[in-house]
């Protein structure tokens, strides 16, 4: 689910996207990632912020940085398809940024569903997938469905435990529309970290039911929340499971277990990912596919609103209208952002972006 | 999500599932279906029964005889593969009883699957799926691991609307265990109709956040309860969404729109399905999988337990025990439900199964 704040509070300056996209590339590349992958990395970010998905922007740089440095994330991995079948590949990704290895993934999976009509592409050992949105997006932008599911370390409580024992475990789903695709993404858990982060910082009370403290009991104190539980309980925590099974099993490397055993290799920053495209075309005409995606979103907001929600949305339109005003004004930073990234640039010798303070 | 008790309050029989296969059987056939047939669908409705299900059971058999007999199922249908691909087919089920499309699509998902590394099936114009799990669960026993998607007419709010919109939208997800396969199936929404008419009967208040009464007011008396509510709001009605579109629309059969616009097609019963396979095998060591899955149920059981839930179980572990309990006791059959299997026999000449009075 989208967010429109600036994560940290008040914005301290405003960017033009193609900037800091700019901005974010270089980085990479002075943390020593060929070109072509900075580039791919810094649009999958900026693009989670023109959504208006600021945890999933550029928020993450340092912290990629980082994971390079320590050797978490490979800047020139020796990415290969290790196995290939009529429909489907699985990509050994040598620990890539994620986006770099989600983007080779979302390319087979497009190429093996044009031969087969269902192309499965299954990423192991990569790094942070991002915002999976991007990629089901980029499938749907090709006139296919998507779906994609990632796989990462337990942060989330497993239902009836009280403690975290699965991941937030996002799942994407992108059709193709007449005017735009749907596109949903969202994570397996009733809120993201990021949120809870947020609420850490403002000190605002936090609803009940969102999160237990150090001790795996219940708070509402955004201080003491430590583990968001899962969305729907059982069936969150049920499905996020599964995506671990899918993805991260069927690819023949195991998060979860590795971390809550605490072996040496399950301490490390890993992800496994997965991406499926359906190629509409074979089952029907795409032009009517597209005409009963807008069909049904038309009576669905034909339907009575609820005044509380005040509108009714369809999956992925409050980003789209956020990146389309983005797009136009800009991106805000928020201070402690905006700090991070200028120390970063210093330390590399990367220009700052240029920016407007508000 | 696994219920244990007698949909209907008390049991009034106890019934051995091999009596109530035959019994649901010669129904079918006595309706007209071919035997074979009608032994699946037998099957997969007492397969509820047996895991606790009881509102996907038997409960269904006057309804699925109703259906035949108004039109809307068809019992001897010209099932056909109407696309097919390296990696695909879309089926025609031609109004078939669920369980035998479903079936039909099982298998095709498994042939592809093993052909291309991944099976997709659509099923498209058939009747009540039934319960999803049955079908994940036989892919999961040839060692696969599978995803089976269904899509019907609209009875479950969506979010910021007051009205219903999108369907239950069942997702169920297995793989292949040490022990047993991992099977989650679950609706979309916080609750299922059947839970919702189980609260009718007792007239016990409902929760908060279950569902809305017939103007599309959030209500907790049982009585006005109508539309239940999307699981974790927006995630849930946007995921019953996105189901529609990668199954029905794919499959060119729109479900929700022609409910929602009340055209003629829209107001007979039809549902729409998807099974898709993926061959575990050609990507790593099954036995590799099976011990990894064991490795992440006991880890995730390892952890401190939530006193108020009782006990850490994993997906479909509650309908295992509870198959495995009512495959030695029999099935518990209500008063209700007794009574009107029993004026269905007799109606359609049927001998009623042997029982055991509680």
Known sequence: MSKTQAPDGRAAATVASEALRRFAADIFARANMPQADAAIVADVLVWANLRGVDTHGVTRIPRYVELIETGDMNPRPAIAVRTETPASVLIEADRAAGPVAMMRATGEALRKAREAGIGLALVRATTHTAALGYYTLAVAREGMAAIALAGSWPIVAYHGARAAGVSTSPISIAVPGGHEPLVLDMATSVVSMGKLNQAKRTGEAIPAGWALDKDGLPTTDPRAAQIPLPMAGPKGSGLSLMIECI????????????????????????????????????????????????????????????????????????????????????????????????????????????????
Chains 1, 2 share one sequence.
Do not use: W
């Open 247 to 358: 993805t991260s099993l069927v690819a023949a490397n195991p998060l979860l277990a590795e971390s809550l055993e605490g072996t040496p290799e399950g301490r490390r920053h890993r992800q496994n990912g997965l991406v499926i495209a359906i190629d509409i075309t074979r089952f029907g005409d795409p032009e009517s596919f597209r005409h009963e995606v807008d069909r049904l979103v038309k009576a669905l907001k034909s339907l009575p609103v609820d005044p509380t929600a005040g509108e009714i949305l369809m999956p992925g339109e409050r980003g789209r209208r956020t990146f389309e005003r983005r797009s136009r004004d800009g991106i805000p930073i928020s201070r402690a952002i905006y700090g991070e990234l200028e120390a970063l640039a210093k330390r590399l010798g990367v220009a700052m972006f240029p920016s407007s303070s508000r």
